[in-house]
């Protein structure tokens, strides 16, 4: 026994130390066949066996409890031999008590009935000792031979006395029945020793399983085929408030859960998953409980292969068999709810943003008659500027908080409100009666939202205008009536009497116009016919050229030259503005290649430039494919650009300024964040808006303020571009502020185009003579 693990020692030793009672009757039998062998033979000899044998279950009663407490602590191979060996003095003084009066009686009483009975019993008593005690193979051997050996002994010397044969017989009798029960031993004992392995494999198996479906993440349940629970791991014993010893019916655990309907729901789903072909592998769903949390269940059917799983016999059907898996996805639908909402709502206001708004309109719109009437608006806050830069941002956004509650409490469901961003709002009725009720509905409006609102203290009179156009459903374009509206809109903001404008037939007119123009600016930039020319930028002693600005130029074939501040934003609102910056960027580049490397240009990006991830890899491709060095080119910004994404925005002209790009900021001290940072900003020079040159050559305070703009730029180590120098006056002050590098402005030269450039590559570095009769040449354009 010693060599096997410990636990089927144990396991043996248990099973011989099992059902005391069979000790009792054991003992009662071997004393009553002392008492008959006495009464048969009247030898008191037989009356000694009893009375050893009951010291002996004595001892043996004594042994059998003190086991019963101690097994449990039983933690060594030392110990379980101890115990056995005291089991076996037990059992063997017992069998060789009993061997002892078998001996006894076939020695001095061989053809008594006396010596039958102490055959019988010895014969039974090996059989009880094999069934009972084959989980210690030395514990049936010492009592096999205490039992058998003092009886054939005795059969043995009674036939040498005697010398009658079929004593000897009986002997040998014996011998089979000791030889028969110990084969039988120790085939029993293999039997066992093989249930207990496959036991003891069948525990690790079951508790390893226990362990590792304790331990998902997920709730697990599997169900047979008459839609019993025949497994509960622990998470989906919490997820539906059951047992995990729970094996009722699936339906009556989904009831603690789930209301009456969603039950029939998943167990329709059940029977769909586990019946149809097409439903093979994983199903699954979501469904919420009725404490408000949501889980997600998936089904799988259990294959054919799985059979092993449940045997009818025992409980358990295969057929309709399924796992459930349910995952408490509660965090994940709120995240995706609030993620729906973030998408759709605006935060600030709460309604609907701009593509919502969209999504709303055309479905109310979509369920109009034909001849249903539409009237949208596109509104906005008058002066919403001077309030952020007066009051602060926070009053602002409470601006706007406070005109999109008043829209909303209009409670008109013919109403959709929405925001387009920034202050403007947008509004649409939808299935009005007549366009004279869109007045009237857009005079309320305008009434309610145009007040004075009380805000952290301050009385603010908030006014709002508003573009309206009304149109029949069958009329409405969403995009092209909001921007008509906006037409309509641009024009009331000229008139300060008027909060509203309906859009009419003569704006009619102007939008086809515009948007005809629209249309060609879309060509222009494809084709490239818009016209890139180039104010110089020069020293300031006046005496060299050192650089351009690229300017753009359209001239459109009806309309005449249109101003590059209509057309940029023209390009933004028709999203071709990227388009525009490239033709633009990549035509400066050419030309500068073209006129040579000793003048360099800048070109201006905005905010929605650099906004763009492929922003440098757009100036490096330019740079590449016309050959030009990257110190030729500068970018000029605004402040404007860091006001969204200051981080974003400084790490581009940081790379840009790492290839060697020159970076500039323009119209420098006109803003109110520039000075703020620009500690940070990786620019290389700084421009001084024109504004500054203006009245320096009169106004004391202007001087003041050049001065120390100046001298604060050239503390940060930039270079300085003063702009917009046109008079001689101003050029001799601006001259005599120390400080400054550069000069750009009509006093050296108007704009000129790439042809004059290149012929002017010459007489821009000779003799200042030679120059002189370049420029006017220039001016004179």
């Not at 093979?280 to 799983?309: M, N, P, S």
């Not at 926070?394 to 961003?421: C, F, P, Q, T, Y």
């Not at 009179?461 to 037409?487: K, P, T």
Request: glycine share 8%; proline share 2%.
């Amino acid at each position: 026994m010693r060599s096997m693990p410990l636990h089927i020692q144990k396991e043996l030793l248990d099973s011989v130390f099992g059902r005391e009672i069979v000790l009792h009757i054991g003992m009662a039998t071997y004393i009553l066949a002392s008492l008959i062998n006495f009464m048969v033979t009247q030898d008191r000899g037989f009356l000694a066996f009893p009375v050893f044998l009951f010291v002996v279950f004595v001892y043996r009663l004594y042994i059998f409890r003190a086991y019963a407490a101690a097994k449990h602590e039983i933690a060594s191979t030392e110990e379980v031999g101890g115990w056995e060996n005291h089991y076996i003095h037990g059992s063997v003084g017992a069998t060789l008590g009993l061997g002892f009066m078998g001996g006894y009686s076939a020695l001095f009483y061989p053809n008594s009935i006396a010596t039958t009975i102490c055959l019988g019993v010895v014969i039974g008593t090996m059989l009880t000792v094999v069934g009972r005690n084959f989980g210690s193979i030395r514990n049936v051997r010492y009592m096999a031979i205490a039992c058998c050996a003092p009886m054939m002994i005795g059969f043995v010397w009674g036939g040498v006395l005697t010398a009658q044969a079929y004593l000897f017989l009986a002997a040998l009798l014996l011998v089979s029945v000791y030889a028969t029960s110990m084969q039988l031993a120790r085939y029993l004992r293999s039997l066992l020793m093989k249930a207990l392995t496959a036991a003891r494999a069948s525990e690790i198996t079951s508790k390893r399983f226990n362990i590792a479906i304790s331990s998902m993440p997920n709730g697990l349940i599997m169900v047979d085929g008459d839609g019993r629970v025949v497994v509960v791991n622990a998470r989906a014993s919490e997820a539906l408030g059951i047992s995990t010893s729970y094996c009722g019916l699936l339906e009556d655990a989904l009831r603690t859960r789930f209301d009456e309907g969603d039950v029939a729901l998943i167990s329709l789903e059940l029977a769909i998953s586990v019946t149809e072909n097409e439903y093979e592998g994983v199903h699954e769903f979501e469904v919420e409980t009725i404490d408000g949390r949501w889980l997600q269940l998936e089904f799988r059917k259990l294959d054919a292969t799985d059979d092993i799983i449940f045997d009818e016999d025992t409980g358990g059907k295969h057929d309709g068999a399924a796992i459930l898996i349910i995952q408490d996805i509660t965090d994940k639908v709120r995240s995706k709810n609030d993620l729906e909402l973030a998408a759709r709502f605006d935060k600030l206001t709460g309604i609907p943003n701009r593509s919502w708004w969209e999504t709303l309109t055309k479905e109310m719109v979509g369920l109009l008659p034909p001849k249903g009437i539409v009237s949208l608006c596109i509104l906005d806050v008058d002066r919403f500027k001077l309030i952020n830069d007066t009051l602060g941002h926070h009053i602002g956004d409470e601006v706007i908080a406070g005109v999109a509650a008043r829209l909303n409490s209009i409670g008109d469901r013919r109403m959709v409100v929405g925001r387009l961003g920034g202050d403007e709002f947008v509004v649409l009725f939808g299935g009005l009666a007549t366009r004279a009720e869109a007045n009237d509905l857009h005079d309320r409006v305008f009434g309610l939202i145009s007040s004075t609102y009380e805000i952290d203290g301050h009385n603010i009179d908030v006014r709002c205008s508003g573009g309206v156009i009304v149109r029949e459903r069958q009329e409405f374009n969403l995009h092209a009536d909001m921007s008509r509206a906006d037409m309509a809109l641009y024009k009331v903001k000229r008139n300060p009497n008027q909060a509203w404008m309906l859009f009419d037939e003569a704006m009619e007119e102007e939008y086809i116009s515009t948007s005809r123009i629209k249309h060609d600016l879309k060509d222009a930039i494809a084709q490239g016919t818009l016209e890139v020319v180039y104010q110089p930028i020069f020293d300031v002693s006046g005496d060299r050229m050192v650089s351009t600005e690229a300017l753009c130029r359209w001239k459109h074939y009806e309309a005449g030259y249109i101003p590059p501040s209509q057309f940029v934003a023209m390009a933004e609102e028709i999203g071709v503005i990227g388009k525009l910056t490239e033709y633009v960027l990549r035509t400066a580049c050419r030309d500068c290649s073209a006129w040579g490397a000793d003048v360099a240009v800048s070109v201006n990006l905005s905010a929605l430039d650099l906004a763009r991830d492929d922003i440098v890899g757009m100036i490096r491709k330019a740079l590449d494919d016309f050959d030009l060095p990257a110190s030729c080119l500068c970018i000029e910004v605004t402040e404007t650009v860091f006001v969204k994404d200051f981080a974003k925005t400084a790490a581009t002209l940081r790379t840009l300024k790492g290839m060697g790009v020159k970076t500039s900021l323009d119209d420098f001290g006109t803003g109110y964040s520039s000075l703020s940072y620009l500690g940070r900003l990786p620019v290389s020079r700084v421009k001084i808006d024109r504004s500054f040159v203006l009245d320096i050559v009169k106004d004391p305070k202007v001087q003041r303020l050049f001065r120390g703009t100046v001298s604060l730029a050239k503390e940060l180590e930039f270079e300085i571009i003063v702009e917009g120098v046109e008079a001689a006056d101003q050029l001799e002050y601006v001259r005599a502020v120390p400080g400054v590098d550069m000069i750009q402005g009509y006093i050296f030269s108007k704009v000129v185009t790439v042809e004059k450039m290149v012929d002017g590559y010459e007489l821009r570095n000779s003799s200042r003579s030679a120059r002189d009769a370049w420029v006017p040449r220039l001016v004179g354009r």
